[in-house]
């Protein structure tokens, strides 16, 4: 309840950032990190973990905290996951600048990359200038996981690339979609 309260005070004080009433629930946070290809061994990227909740799901779904790196713009929320969860290493930075952001970790490739970020939010060029960018990040044919509450994709895929809806979650506050660029 706590991180309700915390989240919809976020929301109250910077609306465009946060982009949602209450955290994820736990069916999209399960949806989303089963999303993460089997066996995959590499780093795994998320992108605005908010409270934590895929972070965890990522987790559940047996990737060592150390192969995770979480991007959180929020100071307060980077520093309650990083609090939450040992060993993943919580960068307090801008998604949309992942050169800068990422520090020494920009040269990776990573094995899938999860967004809860609010894209849609956030006008078209700046959302398609993302997407290209985490696709230059991804090993070859790794996932860029993104769930919406609108009932089309955030971005459309880049040239080459593909989007499919992976889950539909209508148990989580409000109803979401997770989708899956290749």
């Known amino acids: 309840m706590l991180d309700n309260?915390?989240?919809?005070?976020?929301?109250?004080?910077?609306?465009?950032?946060?982009?949602?009433?209450a955290p994820s629930g736990p069916g999209l946070s399960r949806a989303m990190a089963a999303q993460i290809p089997a066996g995959a061994a590499g780093p795994i990227l998320e992108l605005g973990p908010g409270t934590g909740v895929v972070t965890g799901a990522i987790l559940d779904r047996g990737i060592a905290a150390d192969r995770v790196?979480?991007?959180?713009?929020?100071?307060p929320f980077a520093a309650m996951v990083a609090?939450?969860?040992?060993?993943?290493?919580?960068?307090?930075?801008?998604?949309?600048?992942?050169?800068?952001?990422?520090?020494?970790?920009?040269?990776?490739?990573?094995?899938?990359?999860?967004?809860?970020?609010?894209?849609?939010n956030f006008p078209m060029a700046l959302r398609q200038k993302l997407i290209?960018?985490?696709f230059t990040r991804l090993e070859p044919g790794?996932?860029?996981?993104?769930?919406?509450?609108?009932?089309?994709s955030p971005v459309p895929p880049p040239?080459?690339?593909?989007?499919?809806?992976?889950?539909?979650?209508?148990?989580?506050?409000?109803?979401?979609?997770?989708?899956?660029?290749?």
């Open 69 to 75: 790196t979480a991007v959180e713009y929020s100071e």
């Open 142 to 152: 790794a996932p860029f996981i993104q769930f919406s509450y609108r009932l089309g």
């Open 83 to 120: 609090e939450r969860y040992p060993g993943v290493h919580v960068i307090n930075g801008d998604a949309f600048d992942l050169q800068k952001t990422l520090g020494p970790r920009a040269g990776l490739k990573f094995s899938a990359v999860l967004s809860s970020m609010p894209l849609v």
């Open 159 to 182: 040239q080459g690339a593909s989007v499919t809806r992976a889950a539909f979650v209508a148990l989580n506050l409000p109803p979401a979609r997770v989708w899956v660029y290749r």
């Open 5 to 21: 309260l915390r989240f919809l005070t976020r929301l109250i004080l910077q609306p465009r950032t946060t982009g949602a009433i």
């Open 132 to 134: 290209a960018d985490i």
